[in-house]
């Protein structure tokens, strides 16, 4: 992935942080967070978020989740994984989403993440879309430390990886023959903006 977009990662989790994560905009909270990045010379789109925090309140190891897109890659992404603090290194990690199988995460991508206490591993990018659009999803860390399980998002709850994850898959696909199945016009590209339920 272009070392511009890690710099612009770095950048955002860096302001992420002074605010307290708390950069939900007036929006719907997922277009601050989400970085969408058009170099028309090249004609290639890169779309990323640095990690946020799964659903698990004041956890001192929530885990943190972030990703890249690149229209060169479109059926990959880059996972970006760590936890809060950053203190416990991630190996690998599962997740979990109705009604698919567990996903299991291993492969680490070529270039490391420039942001510390973060592993960046590279994963289809079906996996993006089944965890953002399951009926519930949990994420499991294997890390040196333990086995660190969380929720993501539920029938009632969701987190701000959740949405950013949604909202990325949604930039990515905006206009391609993808849109329409997953449902993202009417999520996104209605009247009503999309509204987290994260602080609800």
């Known amino acids: 992935m272009k070392q511009r977009l890690w710099q612009?990662?770095?950048?955002?989790?860096?302001?992420?942080?002074?605010?307290?994560c708390a950069s939900a905009?007036?929006?719907?909270?997922?277009?601050?967070?989400?970085?969408?990045?058009?170099?028309?010379?090249?004609?290639?789109?890169?779309?990323?978020?640095?990690?946020?925090?799964v659903e698990c309140g004041l956890v001192a190891h929530?885990?943190?989740?972030?990703?890249?897109?690149?229209?060169?890659?479109?059926?990959?992404?880059?996972?970006?994984?760590?936890?809060?603090?950053g203190k416990a290194?991630?190996?690998s990690l599962e997740f979990n989403a109705r009604p698919h199988a567990p996903l299991r995460v291993r492969s680490l991508a070529k270039q490391g993440s420039d942001l510390p206490g973060v592993t960046a591993f590279v994963v289809p990018m079906d996996t993006?879309?089944?965890?953002?659009?399951?009926?519930?999803?949990?994420?499991?860390?294997?890390?040196d430390d333990g086995v660190i399980e969380e929720l993501m998002h539920n029938g009632?709850?969701?987190?701000?990886?959740?949405?950013?994850f949604k909202r990325l898959v949604y930039e990515a696909y905006k206009g391609t023959d993808k849109e329409a199945p997953q449902g993202l016009l009417q999520m996104f590209g209605g009247d009503k903006p999309y509204t987290p339920n994260y602080d609800k």
């Open 25 to 53: 905009d007036k929006k719907g909270g997922t277009e601050a967070v989400v970085q969408v990045n058009v170099d028309n010379a090249r004609r290639v789109t890169d779309i990323g978020f640095a990690p946020q925090a």
């Open 89 to 91: 290194k991630v190996e």
């Open 8 to 20: 612009a990662m770095g950048a955002v989790a860096a302001v992420l942080a002074l605010a307290g």
């Open 128 to 143: 993006i879309e089944r965890v953002a659009f399951g009926k519930d999803a949990w994420v499991r860390l294997y890390t």
């Open 156 to 164: 009632e709850r969701s987190s701000r990886a959740s949405d950013a």
């Open 62 to 85: 929530c885990p943190t989740l972030g990703v890249q897109w690149s229209s060169e890659t479109p059926n990959r992404a880059i996972l970006l994984v760590g936890t809060r603090g």
